[in-house]
Every structure is written in C-alpha cells, then in structure tokens.
C-alpha cells in the first residue's frame, strides 16, 4: 500500500472532510436556512455542491493512486470482480444474525432511515450521488487509505480498530441526531462491510477493491430502497 502523499497533504484531506464537509458546512447551512428561505428551501442543493467540490478536491489530491489500482484493477477484472461479489456475500450472510437482533430489541438503522427520506423528499438525486459516488470514493480515500494506510506499518491490528470503530460510528451518528441514541448501536451493522474494506485493501494493495465493494453494497442498498418506495407507492 504506496503513500503518495505526504502526512501533511493527508492531514488537510482529513480536515477538509472531518471539520469542513461534516461539521462546518452543516451548521453554516442551519443558521442561514433560520435567516433565509432562500437558503431553507434549497439547503440540500447547496450541501450536494459542498459534497461535490470535496469529491472533487480528494480526486485531485489522490488522482495517481486511483488511476493506477484502477488500471491494475481492470487488467483482470473478471477476477477482481468475483473477489468482490464473494466479499459482499460473506458481508450479507454475516449481516443476517446482526440484524436480527436488532430488530428483537427494537434498534433502528436510522442511517438507513435518513437515506430512505432523502428518496421519500424528492431527493433522489443527492441519495444516488451520496450513495454511489461520495461514500465509495471520499469515504475511502479516508478511512482506508489515509486512515488505515498510514496506521498499518506501525500496528495492523490497531489500523483494523481505529477503521472499523470510526468508519461505523460514522454511520451511526444519525441516531445521535434522531434523538435516539439506543439506535447508536445499529453501528454493528457496519462492522461486517468496515472489516472486509480494510481486508481487501490490506491483502489486494488496490484502492479498487474497497472503492468497488463500497459501490456494490451501496448500489444494492439504493435499489432496495427504491423497489420498496415503489411497492409502497410513497
């Protein structure tokens, strides 16, 4: 697993993505959503624009590494798609007794909930652009090839923890913001997809496999979401 870049590049991607896209952009947009319906009803657009331009920043900055394991990628891309497919299968089948008691305790993927609202408001477009082309891209530029990346050669096993923990816990902060922190705990969920992305970037040195596997699991997600939101005619 090359390093292309230095820490200090690393570290402004990590602000950018950390304290810019997740925390700043949000509470700028609440306070001028208060002070402007302008900024109210478009909110969601201008957020989408501020997830486009950091998409478009870690491209830039990472455009090397991508470009390279996506080639290598290619050269074998039967293979290389099967080992993915075989990862999001290991991934269902462990998801199956995760979720099921979730569900006998009552715990909601408010994650999931969020996405299904982005589908139900007439946001279909952000959900396909988060879903599809953010996550599996900024998200693991982050969290497997700086975070996980860079943590490896000291400690593969802390690397593995500190991906899996803050990676899941990501996704679990809409509980947080719900209002229901019990569901916090739905973050198990994500532990089986976290792990096989470390795994398959650790063992395939390419960041095309978890890129990939991201895109997969998600794809699939956004088409349950959208087969359901049909069946039900929301």
Known sequence: MKLHNSRKTDLILLAVYFLLYLLLVPVLLAFAAESSTFFQKNSMAFYGLAGLITLLIFYGVKRKTLRE?????????????????????????????????????????????????????????????????????????????ILFNRIYGKSPVLAYIISILSFSMLHGAAALRGGKPQDFIAILSYVPLSFFLCRLYATRKSMAFPIALHFLNNSIAVILLLVLKTATGV
């Open 69 to 145: 394991d996506f080639a290598k990628f290619r050269e074998r891309l039967g293979k290389n798609c099967r080992v993915v497919i075989l990862a999001q299968l290991l991934i269902f089948l462990l998801n199956i007794p995760i979720n099921l008691v979730l569900l006998h305790f009552g715990i909601h993927n408010q994650n999931q909930n969020t996405l299904g609202g982005l589908a139900e408001g007439g946001y279909l477009w952000f959900l396909v652009f988060l879903a599809l082309f953010f996550a599996p891209v900024v998200e693991e530029l982050v969290f497997r090839n």
